[in-house]
């Protein structure tokens, strides 16, 4: 999925239905502050594949993360953009003390990485603008006594509204609010069977954002 959506941008910023020059181009660097939370659901399987435990838990944490973006404007008012954050966000380490009675703590986390976001952006005379994009990131986990997770990903959609205050020689700076929803995400240990399996689900997966950007146009 992100190799074509990587090749629909890269069409639509050369091709000359929608022709690029520098004087059309921004860039840009944001530092964001996010809340992200989700509700997750943890299954443990015994050696007989016999549904053991399931913990269920919802949890919300707090990141900062900068990310880089370009953008072409294709008109006055509207501009396609393309967002991408060069660290991971780091979730916080959950923790199943005593898994099933006994003295083993399961320990998971995760990094979401590759965060990458295509948007198209309007605005007005005012400064006002507003986004709409979709997203997508890897999910990179990682576990303590419950085997080794299969990475994986998600997709979701970001909405945006901010203000543009355009300070000299070309450099704006941006305030702005955003909300993300993605899709569900499931992972488990490995396990070809149920047999000593750990599956973890997470549903829910939304989160909000405050950004500011410094952005120099040319």
């Known amino acids: ?3 074509i959506i990587a090749t629909i941008a890269a069409i639509v910023f050369s091709t000359s239905a929608y022709a690029v020059t520098l004087s059309d181009l921004s860039v840009g ?23 053991e ?10 990141d900062s993360y900068a990310t880089v973006f370009v953008e072409a404007a294709l008109n006055e008012a509207v501009s396609l953009g393309i967002s991408y954050a060069p660290d991971a966000v780091d979730t916080p380490e959950n923790v199943n003390s005593g898994e099933a009675g006994g003295s083993t703590d399961i320990k998971v986390s995760a990094e979401f990485k590759q965060l990458t976001n295509i948007y198209l952006m309007a605005k007005s ?19 303590e006594n419950a085997g080794t997770y299969k990475d994986t990903d998600t997709d979701g959609v970001e909405v ?26 499931k992972a488990d240990n490995g396990k070809s069977s149920d047999a000593e399996a750990n599956k973890i689900t997470v549903t829910g997966m939304e989160g909000a954002t405050a950004r500011i950007s410094l952005v120099k146009s040319f």
Do not use: P
């Open 29 to 51: 660097v944001s530092l964001n502050h996010g809340i992200y939370g989700g509700d997750g659901k943890e299954e443990n399987f015994d050696h007989l594949g016999v549904l």
């Open 53 to 62: 435990t399931t913990t269920k838990k919802s949890a919300a944490f707090v």
């Open 125 to 143: 005379d005012m400064g006002v603008f507003a986004k709409v994009g979709y997203t997508m990131m890897d999910i990179d986990l990682t576990s």
């Open 1 to 3: 999925m992100k190799k």
């Open 160 to 185: 945006a509204l901010g203000y543009q205050h355009e300070v000299d020689n070309g450099f704006n700076i941006r305030a702005e609010l955003a909300y993300h929803s993605f899709d569900d995400v």
